[in-house]
C-alpha cells in the first residue's frame, strides 16, 4: 500500500508570493491533516480536513488556508509569505472515524522544506 | 499551555543497550491516546508505538514499549537493545477526546537520540 505522498518536496519562494503544497493519503483514508515544523516553535497542527470539509483547526492566521478534494487528496495554501513561513511542513492521513478510547493512528509524509526568502 | 513535556533534549547511548525517553502530558479529559513517533534526518515522521488512556496494560511493538504511569501522567518510550539506526529525533504526541474521529496531535519538543557504536 502506498503511504502518504506531499509534493513539491522542496521549495524556495520569496517574501510576499504565495505557495501551493500537496498532499496524497494513504488510499482509503479520508482524513488529511497538516502539520508547521520549526526549530523555535516545534511541530504545530495547522488544520484537519475529513470529507472535504475543515472539521479541527489549529491558532495560524488566515494566511494559511486549505482544501480537500473528493478523492481526499488535500492542498494547503499559505498566502503573502512571510520569513516566518520557512518551515518543513508535513501532512498526515488517517481514517478520521475513531471512537473514544479508540487508536487512529496518523500516518506521515515525508514533508516538503519551504524556505522563504 | 504546552501539554506535552520531553525533559530530555538530547541522549547519547551505547548500542545495545536499554533507553528510555521522558515524556508527560497534561489534560483533563479522560479520553486521550499517546503517541510515539520517530524522525529521522530526511524529515518523515515514523509512527512507533501507541497507548490509550484506557488501556490496562503498558503497549509493546517489537523493541519498543510503553511505561504508561496514567496517576504521574508520563508515558515513557523504551528502546530495548538500541540499535544505530535507532539515532534519531523521538517526538511524544498526544490526541485528546472532543470531536470523536477530529485528528490533531500536540507535540512535546522532542528528544534527539544518538546511538554510539
Known amino acids: 500500500k502506498a503511504g502518504v505522498t506531499q509534493t513539491p518536496r522542496y521549495l524556495i519562494k520569496t517574501r510576499g508570493q504565495q505557495v501551493t503544497l500537496s498532499c496524497s493519503p494513504i488510499s482509503g483514508h479520508r482524513s488529511v491533516s497538516w502539520y508547521q515544523q520549526t526549530p523555535g516553535q516545534g511541530l504545530q497542527f495547522l488544520f484537519e480536513y475529513f470529507s472535504e470539509t475543515q472539521r479541527n483547526k489549529g491558532n495560524f492566521p488566515g494566511r494559511f488556508s486549505g482544501r480537500q478534494f473528493s478523492n481526499s487528496r488535500s492542498e494547503m495554501n499559505v498566502s503573502t509569505l512571510e520569513l516566518g513561513d520557512s518551515a518543513l511542513y508535513l501532512c498526515?492521513?488517517?481514517?478520521?472515524?475513531?471512537?473514544?478510547?479508540?487508536?487512529?493512528?496518523?500516518?506521515f509524509g515525508p514533508g516538503t522544506r519551504l524556505l522563504v526568502l | 499551555a504546552q501539554k506535552i513535556t520531553q525533559t530530555q533534549p538530547g541522549m547519547f547511548v551505547q548500542e545495545k543497550e536499554a533507553v528510555t525517553l521522558d515524556c508527560t502530558y497534561d489534560t483533563s479529559d479522560p479520553s486521550y491516546g499517546l503517541f510515539w513517533y520517530k524522525q529521522p534526518s530526511s524529515g518523515e515522521m515514523i509512527f512507533l508505538i501507541y497507548?490509550?488512556?484506557?488501556?490496562?496494560q503498558n503497549a509493546t511493538e517489537g523493541r519498543y514499549s510503553l511505561n504508561f504511569q496514567k496517576a504521574r501522567k508520563s508515558a515513557n518510550l523504551v528502546i530495548s537493545a538500541s540499535q544505530l539506526g535507532d539515532s534519531a529525533m523521538y517526538f511524544c504526541?498526544?490526541?485528546?477526546?472532543?470531536?470523536?474521529?477530529?485528528?490533531?496531535?500536540?507535540f512535546g519538543q522532542g528528544t534527539r537520540l544518538t546511538i554510539n557504536p
Open positions: 498526515a492521513s488517517s481514517w478520521g472515524t475513531w471512537t473514544s478510547g479508540g487508536q487512529e493512528t496518523q500516518y
Open positions: 504526541a498526544m490526541r485528546e477526546g472532543g470531536i470523536q474521529g477530529a485528528q490533531k496531535l500536540v
Open positions: 497507548q490509550g488512556s484506557y488501556d490496562q
